[in-house]
């Protein structure tokens, strides 16, 4: 019986070491976290679509735009959501398709009356971390040297150093404050429940692990591990907290709005987990990947 563990666990450890190699890794996660990261802004441009008169109402309405005024900005958002998201998933013309995007972003709040809400803000100013740390990825290597200087990155070179120091300092930058938007919802989170009125050992202990593993991808020490799980937990907590399937009337689409955002926020840190998180880390310079 001994005999046969232990072959087994041979065969399960060569598998794992066929198939988990971190070439194959870096490629999964590079084709899941933007496809996550955009998936909100299509679903929202989907959803311009099929519920126009909702959205018509609630601009006249609650935003005292006009008639003519709420189409046009329904329909540029419709359309620099569905393009930006488009060039994203199919890798065409990237850089113009992060920065439509990340105006949106920027934008959408302010169209939408949406500045009062901590909520919604942080969760744009999540997103926005996620599009700078896809944007500084395109920035940084050529087309032809992109896929061996990934290699490198996600075997713990770094970004910076895997281009050979070419826009070293910018990059680091943008890298930095990619990262530290990325962390904003759950600085927010983190702190509103921890400093609340009411108070439980249990959900406290878990709102300090929060906030310590997002303080960590902020200096960027273990970024890589910080970032794989807040995104679990994010997966997880989303299934139980926003499932859209689940509900009708009125609630069905404020759930389905959070449950595809926090998709777009799993995307980033996985983003973050592919890329690593840039020069200016305490990371920087370790030879162990992920």
């Keep these: 019986m001994s005999r046969f563990a232990s072959d087994l666990k041979d065969v399960i450890e060569d598998q794992l070491e066929r198939n988990l ?9 590079e084709m899941v976290g933007p496809f996550l990261l955009i998936v909100t802004y299509a679903e929202d441009a989907l959803r311009v679509v099929t519920r126009w008169d909702e959205q018509m109402m609630y601009m006249k309405m609650q935003m005292k735009w006009g008639r003519v005024l709420s189409a046009l900005i329904l329909a540029a958002s419709c359309l620099a959501q569905a393009a930006g998201s488009t060039g994203v ?6 850089r113009p398709a992060c920065y439509t995007l990340l105006v949106f972003t920027v934008v959408q709040p302010i169209v939408y009356g949406q500045l009062g809400d901590a909520d919604f803000v942080f969760r744009s100013l999540t997103q926005l971390g996620g599009l700078l740390l896809l944007l500084r990825h395109e920035d940084s290597l050529g087309r032809g040297t992109r896929r061996q200087s990934a290699d490198l990155a996600f075997a713990g070179l770094g970004a910076d150093a895997a281009a050979g120091g070419r826009g070293v300092a910018s990059g680091a930058r943008l890298q930095l404050i990619g990262r530290v938007l990325l962390m904003g919802i759950f600085f927010l989170q983190g702190g ?26 902020v200096i960027g020490f273990k970024a890589r591990w910080s970032a794989l799980i807040l995104a679990t937990s994010l997966g997880l907590s989303n299934l139980w ?3 859209f399937w689940m509900v009708s009337g009125r ?16 995307g980033g840190l996985l983003l973050l987990v592919s890329y690593g998180p840039g020069g200016l880390s305490m990371d920087h310079g370790s030879k162990k990947g992920i």
């Design 241 to 243: 907290m926003y499932p």
């Design 21 to 29: 190699s971190p070439r194959k890794l870096r490629r999964f996660l």
């Design 89 to 94: 998933i199919l890798r065409r013309q990237m």
């Design 192 to 217: 509103r429940h921890l400093f609340s009125r009411g108070f439980a050992l249990l959900p406290a202990l878990g709102f300090c692990a929060l906030l310590s593993l997002s303080a960590l991808v």
């Design 251 to 266: 609630a069905r689409d404020f759930t389905k709005y959070y449950f595809f955002n926090t998709l777009s926020l799993m």
